[in-house]
């Protein structure tokens, strides 16, 4: 735990130095889940995402952000639009993970409407 505390400062410095850098923002945010800070963490994803909506890891990760906190429904919205995103890069890996996690939760998002 020690060392994700001293990612976690390591990561904000840069992060101070350099505010708009997806990378270190992604980064910092998975280091703060570790540690569950889960609300700086979706913070930074959400960050991330309004700036740069190409950048197409943090549609899963901010998915499951949200079907931890009982966001359902965001959590498809993010897993469906992440889709068309990686979908129009190519980039086949994440199509797999987003559908993955999008039928996963599948059955509960037809309990919670």
């Given amino acids: 735990m020690a060392g994700n505390k001293k990612n976690i400062a390591q990561l904000a410095g840069f992060l101070k130095k350099n505010p708009n850098d997806s990378f270190t923002k992604f980064a910092l945010a998975l ?3 570790k540690s569950d800070e889960i609300s700086k963490a979706r913070i930074l ?9 190409e950048y197409v890891g943090v549609y899963y990760h901010l998915g499951k952000l949200y079907e ?3 966001r359902l429904q965001d959590a498809a919205e993010m897993y469906q639009t992440g889709l ?4 129009k890069q190519n980039n086949t890996r994440t199509v797999i ?7 996963l ?6 309990h919670d409407t």
């Fill in 97 to 103: 993970e987003l559908n993955d996690a999008l039928e």
């Fill in 84 to 87: 068309k995103v990686a979908e």
């Fill in 31 to 33: 280091e703060l889940l």
């Fill in 45 to 53: 994803f959400e960050s991330v995402l309004k700036q740069d909506p």
């Fill in 105 to 110: 939760i599948k059955p509960d998002l037809k």
């Fill in 68 to 70: 931890r906190t009982g």
